[in-house]
């Protein structure tokens, strides 16, 4: 009986060591991915600055843009 109360303990302190592993791998990637969703949050402002910009230089100014970086 004793042999098998050991064996139980041992098992359930493995599995409790598992999940708790699991637990903080899973932290680790929400953490990650919520850097990683702020990052892309700041960087739109710039990006929707850009966007504006190359709208409103048209699309001629920017085939003559393309041009000259092709020529270089």
Do not use: Y
Not at 19 to 31: G, L, M, P, S, W
Not at 45 to 60: C, E, S, W
Request: charged share 45%.
């Amino acid at each position: 009986m004793r042999i098998t109360n050991s064996i139980r303990r041992k098992a359930e302190r493995a599995r409790l060591e598992h999940k708790r592993q699991q637990v903080e791998r899973d932290r680790e990637a929400d953490r990650k991915f919520k850097e990683t969703v702020c990052d892309a949050v700041k960087a739109l402002p710039k990006a929707f600055t850009d966007l504006a910009d190359a709208i409103r230089q048209g699309p001629d100014q920017n085939a003559r843009s393309s041009k000259e970086q092709e020529e270089k």
